[in-house]
């Protein structure tokens, strides 16, 4: 099995930063052998890919468009963690934001954490 469990979300006032954390536990794979990515919802709204990073050490990146420049995903193999930066925040990214993992066509998701972004 594969858990993931998200944490660092919150209330932050517009142009502030949140880091989000997403730690990963695997019976199954390594660590390395998963895409990772970060997801958000926010109310009314499907969900939609905020940021991915490739499996293995080569690290390679893609945002969403919105995000792009603002926020910034990395992972740490040794720590089984991947992080969301999120800088110059706004009210449009208020949304429970869920990590995500892809491994052998299989996908997995954490509960997700709440980010409000509001003065």
């Known amino acids: 099995q594969v858990q993931l469990v998200e944490s660092g979300g919150g209330l932050v006032q517009p142009g502030g930063s949140l880091r989000l954390s997403c730690a990963a536990s695997t019976s199954i794979f390594s660590i390395l052998s998963m895409a990772m990515g970060w997801y958000r919802q926010a109310p009314g709204k499907e969900r939609e890919l905020v940021a991915t990073?490739?499996?293995?050490?080569?690290?390679?990146?893609d945002y969403a468009g919105s995000v792009k420049g603002r926020f910034t995903i990395s992972r740490d193999n040794g720590k089984n963690t991947v992080y969301l930066q999120m800088n110059n925040l706004k009210p449009e990214d208020t949304a429970v934001y869920y990590c995500?993992?892809?491994?052998?066509?299989?996908?997995?998701w954490g509960k997700g954490t709440l980010v409000t972004v509001s003065s």
């Open positions: 995500n993992a892809k491994a052998y066509g299989m996908d997995y």
């Open positions: 990073i490739t499996s293995g050490t080569g690290h390679s990146t």
